[in-house]
């Protein structure tokens, strides 16, 4: 076995939409916009499998800032088991690692798959690295700046940090 195996996976959402130009053409986008969303959990009893969380939401742009083209939208799930011979302090960033980079992938071929008879063609993802993208779901770290006391008068909500950060 090697160290990470995935071993189910299903497909819980899949929605892509497109916005069509007004008087016809093919849209013209300048960027993609992406947001990802992961939550791994460990089984009670068999320590070594876990069950991955897995979304994402992509919206074609303009220079504008304004929607053209895709959105699409997608959830995966699924179970993985990590091998015996890998240590509780490496477990973390194995499972994380390549649970994003083997649900990332598979989430990218079933969306060209899934597009590929609009009318636009087939919506091709953003090429990313599982690193790239645990670090948009990674909470910024405090810095010496950030003052970790309230001004007098303002309340801090429970579950947030002092800058408001989420």
Known sequence: MTEFQLDHVAVLKMHADWEPLAGGGVPIFDRVQSAFSLNIGRHESKLRQFRINFAARFQQLTKENEPVGYKVEAQLVGIATVAASVTEEKLSEIVHLNSVNSLYGTLRGLIVAATGA???????????????????????????????????????RRGRSPSGAK
């Open 118 to 156: 609009f009318p636009i063609g087939p919506f091709i993802t953003p090429s990313l690295s599982a690193k790239d993208i645990l670090l948009t779901l990674q909470p910024p770290k405090p810095t010496d700046e950030v003052k970790k006391e309230a001004p007098p008068g303002v309340k801090h």
